[in-house]
């Protein structure tokens, strides 16, 4: 956090619906990092951008999709393909992709029922 | 990435040193240790990063030795707040790669009244 906001901090959806989930930074961070934590776990890498109109699958795209239009957003789409979206969503950034330490989001915890 | 080990779990008194320790025995020459911290429900926090010289900031401090082999982060007046899963990742910052964090275990420290 301080710089990166992600709302809503808890989401319920019904099962079938898409959701999108908001990552906003004020940091002028070039690259912007989902992940997905589920209970117990570490973290796995949904998508990531290192710029502007431009981003990468990361370990398990599938069912998510992704934007990057402004260098300060980044939101993440659940889609109703996704079979388990029900997890603590995780939005990170760092100056640059090459390494660079990354500050995370306070996060988003997503129920689909 | 090189493999870490850190124990499961530590306990430490309110207002003392916590010392948290790290093995990274296959440390490559161009990896940094970096220390993560995730408080229960949050998302992860970055500590503090070095390559070989011990580093200090307004957080901690990273003891690494000289072989490069272990390290131990030091929280020198934890408070209750400092509660949380501590994560020791060594990685190189290298350009040209997503470079996606990957938490291990880490250690659940937990600081007594």
Redesign the interface.
């Known amino acids: ?1 301080g710089g990166i906001t ?1 709302s809503p901090k808890y989401l319920f959806r019904k099962e079938g619906q898409n959701v999108t989930l908001s990552c906003e930074q004020n940091l002028n961070h070039d690259a912007m ?1 989902w ?1 997905r934590q589920d209970p117990g776990q ?2 796995r ?1 949904i998508y ?1 951008s ?1 710029i502007v109109n431009d981003f ?1 699958k ?2 398990i795209a599938e069912g998510y999709s992704v934007s990057r239009e402004k260098k300060e957003s980044f939101p993440l789409t659940v889609t109703s393909a996704q079979k388990n979206p029900t997890a ?1 969503y ?1 939005c ?1 950034t760092a100056r ?12 988003t ?1 997503l129920t689909v029922t | 990435d090189a493999k870490t080990t850190q124990p499961p779990s530590m306990d430490c008194a309110e207002g003392r040193a916590a010392n948290l320790p790290c093995n990274h025995s296959t440390i490559s020459g161009n990896e ?1 240790v ?1 220390w993560y911290r995730q408080i229960h ?6 500590i503090i ?1 070095g390559l070989k010289n011990n580093e200090t900031n307004e957080m901690a401090s990273l003891i690494i030795t000289e072989d490069r082999k272990s390290s131990t982060l030091i929280l020198p007046h934890a408070t209750l707040r400092d509660t949380a899963v501590y994560y020791c990742i060594v ?15 880490g250690t659940q420290l937990t600081v007594l009244p």
């Open positions: 956090d992600q990092y992940y570490g973290l890498l990531y290192q990468q990361g370990d603590f995780l990170a640059q992709i090459l390494g660079d330490e990354q500050y995370f989001g306070p996060g915890r | 940094y970096y429900s949050q998302g992860p926090q970055y990063h990685r190189p910052r290298v350009s040209g790669s997503a470079r996606q964090l990957t938490f291990g275990s």
